[in-house]
């Protein structure tokens, strides 16, 4: 019968961890139940125990009591405390309390007290994909990550930590969210890490630092209430990490900037090192940044609240006979400023529209663009005292909007119809002017119609004639095609001919000038002739003068002789 009391309560816890998966839902394949409990009403009395003879998966659930124990889970179990406030595992100042080296493991619902002094209550080595949530950590340093990735740190209380809540070393894809940090040495403290988000965490009054970032970059960080000597460290400026997501960044409580659009986002950005444009807050918060959790047919819902008063009493309600949701917190300040409320409620949990009463009148609230189909987000203001404010989703509210929508859409549909109609009944009258205009057009051109067609018949008796003389020409054609081919033939050859003739001619004429010149030496070798036979007439008259005169010279001289000797 204890086991079965635990159920319930088993599941309540594990409902409580599902927003902080993200969806993700950590699978046992049969998982027993492991009682651990001091007086010996359970499996066994020390955790330790109940680890050890613990199969993969299981599930140890461990009652109230003070454990002095220094436990390292090895395996892949779940722990889970019956109550945070009264279920301590005590270190007794010795050494690391809690020491996870499996992975997917659970620790939820405890108080975590007294680790060594340079030691941590829970260490994470070398470990992924674990669950710490719902825990309170105090009087002894926080939660180390050591080279651990895809690990959830959630909802858990940090008080009195001699260093750091929670430190992250070569640690990446972790989620840190919604923890609580209060008066330790420094909130959070990532070394070496990079891809982590750390959303939804109240740093206040941690002497060293809310968040320092050392040698780490691409973490991003938003929704976290930041309220410390210093708000953010940032060791290396070059290094480049976001501070905000989805328009909304972080609570700085030393901002000095304003809202003049009044949306609860501040209007000029936040620098966490001055001038450091690598490392700025673009959307800082006026207010402080609030998550409640609600249960609303087996699902969990979470609703956003940023607000410069304090948020208490904060629920779901039905309305008992109108079924009305409704939800309704305090709002509280001691100041005399007036207040505001920045509101992100899921559409899955109430779709608008919305009633927004401020003790109990009703105001209009703004809403804002950074609406989406996931949340719906108002801003509204009232006067800085303690005040109820109820938002209220109405289903016959919701019904009748809807209902207006569609009448305002067949209102809309009927004047365009009946704008339609008019249009079409000018045009009507038009068009019945046009047709008699028209059959009047038709009557004249039925008339010209019957004179072309008259026409057209008289063309086709003069067409057949023409294709009667087309004939004739066509047999006219045919022969003078062929006498045109005779006549090319011819004119063909008296080309050639006249080619020929011309040639001859050419060839007269050469043969005429060549004459001519044979004529000319001829005439030249006549003349030389008879030069030549003149010399030789010449030649031969004087040969023969010579001879006559050289014998009478002989026959003189012989005459002479002659007589020398007869004398």
């Known amino acids: 019968m204890k086991r079965r009391a635990l159920i319930p309560l088993l599941i ?14 950590i699978v046992r394949a049969n998982p027993k139940t492991i009682i651990v409990a001091k007086d010996g009403s359970g499996n066994y009395t020390t955790i330790q125990e109940a680890i050890n003879n613990a199969e993969e998966r299981d599930i140890i659930s461990v009652r109230e009591g003070r454990y002095m124990e220094n436990v390292v889970v090895n395996k892949t179990v779940s722990l889970i405390g019956k109550d945070r406030n009264s279920t301590i595992i005590d270190g007794s100042n010795n050494g690391t309390v809690i020491f996870v080296n499996a992975s997917e493991v659970e620790v939820c619902n405890f108080t975590i007290v007294n680790s060594g002094v340079l030691q941590n209550a829970i260490d994470v080595d070398r470990s992924n994909g674990n669950n710490i949530t719902q825990n309170i950590i105090t009087s002894t340093n926080g939660i180390g990550l050591y080279f651990s990735s895809n690990n959830i740190i959630s909802n858990n209380i940090f008080n009195f930590s001699y260093y750091n809540a929670i430190y992250s070393f070569s640690s990446s894809n ?9 008066f330790n040495k420094a909130g959070i403290r990532l070394q070496s890490s990079s891809n982590n988000i750390i959303s939804g965490n109240t740093m206040f009054s941690n002497y060293d630092g809310g968040i320092i970032i050392d040698n780490s970059s691409n973490n991003t960080i938003y929704h976290n209430n930041l309220d410390n000597t210093h708000n953010a ?42 001038n450091d444009t690598q490392n700025q807050d673009s959307y800082p918060l006026m207010g402080l940044f609030s998550d409640f959790s609600t249960i609303f047919e087996n699902t969990s819902y979470e609703v956003f609240i940023i607000s410069n008063s304090s948020i208490s009493y904060f629920r779901l309600e039905l ?26 409620i899921p559409v899955g949990l109430m779709p608008s ?6 003790d109990s009148e009703e105001i209009i609230p703004k809403v804002l663009n950074a609406s989406n189909g996931a949340f719906s987000r108002l801003y509204f203001t009232y006067p800085n005292r303690n005040q109820t404010i109820a ?27 009946n704008s339609t109609y008019y249009a079409l009944l000018y045009d009507y009258g038009l068009v019945l002017g046009n047709l008699s205009q028209a059959q009047e057009n038709f009557e004249a051109l039925n008339t010209t119609y019957t004179i072309l067609l008259g026409n057209y018949n008289s063309l086709l008796d003069s067409f057949a004639q023409l294709q009667k003389n087309f004939t004739i020409l066509d047999t006219s054609y045919q022969t003078l095609k062929g ?29 005429n000038s060549s004459f001519a010149d044979h004529l000319k030496d001829y005439s030249n070798q006549a003349q030389n002739l008879q030069n030549l036979l003149y010399i030789f007439a010449v030649t031969a008259a004087l040969f023969i003068v010579i001879t006559v005169y050289l014998s009478k010279q002989a026959h003189a001289g012989k005459n002479g002789k002659i007589r020398k000797k007869e004398e």
Request: net charge negative; charged share 15%; aromatic share 12%.
């Open 233 to 274: 460290v940032i060791l290396q400026a070059d290094l480049k990490n976001t501070w905000d997501s989805g328009g909304e960044g972080n609570y700085w409580s030393d901002y000095s900037g304003y809202d003049l659009n009044e949306d609860g986002i501040g209007d000029v950005s936040y620098y966490p090192n001055t």
């Open 353 to 358: 529209p919305y009633i927004v009463l401020i």
């Open 12 to 25: 309540l816890c594990l409902s409580l961890l599902f927003p902080a998966l993200n969806g993700r839902l």
């Open 174 to 182: 972790n989620v840190i969210s919604n923890n609580k940090m209060i």
């Open 391 to 417: 938002i209220i989703y109405s289903e016959a509210l919701h019904l009748y909007y809807e209902l207006l929508d569609s009448f305002n859409e067949l209102q809309s549909a009927f004047l365009a119809l």
């Open 319 to 344: 309305g008992a006979e109108t079924a009305n949701k409704i939800v309704r917190f305090m709002v509280s300040d001691n100041t005399n400023t007036s207040g505001f409320c920045r509101i992100a």
């Open 483 to 511: 006498l045109n081919a005779t006549h090319y033939a011819l004119l063909h050859d008296y080309t050639l001919l006249l080619g020929n003739y011309s040639l001859l001619q050419q060839n007269l004429l050469a043969l």
